[in-house]
Nanobody, 121 residues
Framework: QVQLVESGGGLVQPGGSLRLSCAAS????????MGWYRQALGKERELVAL???????NYGDSMKGRFTISRDNAKKSVSLQMTSLKPEDTAVYYC???????????????WGQGTQVTVSS
């Protein structure tokens, strides 16, 4: 019912920058929070950043000061600007959205398929 399409992953050198984008489409009445999680090999999925439709944000501890999340409510999209990237930022990054589907009364979480970010020299 809802598709999240991510773009912008890739290979970057330590200290470099990368921008991820995600666009939502489908049966959407409104979106509460949108954002990004990541999962490194052998590790649990962790919060990267979330942004609510009013603009409030929440970041994972290791991302504060380096990553910036933004959102375009009209385009149903979210972006993540990542700077000062470190090898430990290497992971699959998943777009996430809590959506109120048209005709529904409860929010439902949706996930993108993930985009690989590799930080290596």
């Amino acid at each position: 019912q809802v598709q999240l399409v991510e773009s912008g992953g890739g290979l970057v050198q330590p200290g470099g920058s990368l921008r991820l984008s995600c666009a939502a489409s489908g049966s959407i009445a409104s979106i509460a929070d949108m954002g990004w999680y990541r999962q490194a090999l052998g590790k649990e999925r962790e919060l990267v950043a979330l942004i609510w439709n009013g603009g409030a944000t929440n970041y994972g501890d290791s991302m504060k000061g380096r990553f910036t999340i933004s959102r375009d409510n009209a385009k149903k999209s979210v972006s993540l600007q990542m700077t000062s990237l470190k090898p430990e930022d290497t992971a699959v990054y998943y777009c996430y959205a809590q959506v109120l589907n048209r005709g529904a009364y409860m929010l439902h979480p949706y996930w993108g398929q993930g985009t690989q970010v590799t930080v290596s020299s």
